[in-house]
């Protein structure tokens, strides 16, 4: 099982929205294939395994139930392939907790008389899987918030001078999550402030592969030729209907997607509801990169399920930018509280993340 989440963990970032997924064929304790699910349209990872080698009496390891048909299927049903190809036991992490699976699979397999068990990597494998969880469950992506900031909170000096907090391995490490995850977004006074490429570059080497690149600008304040527009790929931009006409004219004209969200009462976009829209369009994963009022915003809405920050051992002062821009509780008690917190030291920096929404996985019972 172990191989199998490391092939499912290099396939992260090209199969959304389908979910990344490694199986490994083995008999007799001989190892005979890996497959890892290929991007949209081409073959799962049980199928690319079993094309490898014949499966006739054969143990298959995976780290997700495997799919059955439903309507609208693009791809052959995995349970109907092992049970066509005679595997005699398979071993699953985790059951499918889309509804359009979410046992089926197992039970599929099961009464073909193939002898299934379940949870070996359980674990691992939610933990490897919760974007996909949460899109499955709740229709809109997991969302991570991030900031590089000092001791006392701060992400930029209070004259606007953010380069660079943090050091060349924070950087890194950020780049190595941008390089997998389908969306970057920030807000349009990161953009005004930074003019960022936003662009995944792991080593300082662009990635073939890059995330979406989403600005939420709600009075369409960001030009037009900003670096994050120009960098290739595809950009976005969240704003809503009060923003200038020839603004969004000139957008589209630069090749820049965008998407009309309703205002959120207080003259911003709505990002539950952006979330909702990207979600439906396949979205499985965010990095909100900032800013200070984007984070806060997130975080205040419950929208925010992962904390990344980047603290870096320096002190910036109360005229600084605040990371999380937002009022806040009034008492202790009512703090937002890491979850599963796990500490990295990065040079002189020191990576803090855990969870922080409310929502948390929930598998089928099988």
């Known amino acids: 099982m172990e191989r199998a989440l490391e092939a499912a963990t290099a396939a992260r970032g090209f199969t959304s929205p389908n979910p990344w997924v490694g199986a490994v064929l083995v008999r007799d304790g001989r190892l005979l294939a890996v497959g890892a699910t290929a991007p949209p349209g081409g073959p799962h990872a049980e199928a690319a395994a079993l094309a490898l080698a014949p499966g006739e009496g054969a143990e298959l390891y995976l780290t997700l139930e495997p799919c059955v048909p439903f309507p609208g299927k693009r791809t052959p049903s995995c349970a109907e392939q092992i049970v066509a190809a005679g595997v005699r036991k398979v071993v699953v992490a985790m059951p499918d907790p889309d509804p359009r699976v979410a046992g089926r699979g197992i039970a599929m397999l099961r009464d073909a008389g193939i002898e299934v068990e379940v949870g070996d990597g359980q674990a691992e494998a939610v933990e490897l899987l ?129 998407l009309e969200c309703p205002p959120d009462g207080f003259g911003g976009v709505d990002l539950r509801a952006l979330l909702v829209l990207l979600g439906k369009r396949g979205v499985l994963s965010v990095w909100a990169e900032g800013g200070g009022r984007l984070l806060g915003s997130l975080v205040a809405h419950d929208l925010a399920d992962e904390l990344w920050a980047f603290v870096a051992p320096l002190l910036l002062g109360e005229r600084g930018v605040p990371a999380v821009g937002w009022p806040g509780p009034e008492r202790i008690a009512e703090a937002p509280r890491l979850r599963n917190v796990r500490i990295e030291r990065l040079g002189d920096d020191v990576l803090v993340r855990g969870a922080i929404g409310s929502w948390e996985p929930q598998l089928p019972h099988v």
Request: some cysteine; aromatic content about 6%; glycine content about 10%.
């Open 130 to 258: 919760r974007p996909y969880i949460k899109h499955r469950q709740t229709g809109i992506p997991y969302v991570f918030a991030k900031f590089a900031g000092s001791l006392d909170g701060r992400i930029a000096t209070a004259s606007g001078d953010a380069r660079w907090i943090t050091g060349e391995a924070a950087r890194e490490a950020a780049h190595r999550q941008r390089a997998w995850v389908d969306v970057v977004m920030v807000g349009a006074g990161t953009v005004l402030a930074d003019d960022p490429e936003l662009t995944a570059r792991p080593g300082g080497t662009p990635c073939e592969r890059q995330p979406a690149r989403l600005v939420v600008d709600a009075r369409g304040r960001v030009p037009p030729g900003a670096r994050t527009f120009a960098a290739g790929g595809r950009a976005i931009v969240a704003t809503t209907p009060s923003s200038p006409p020839a603004w969004r004219q000139a957008l589209e004209a630069a090749g820049v997607e965008v």
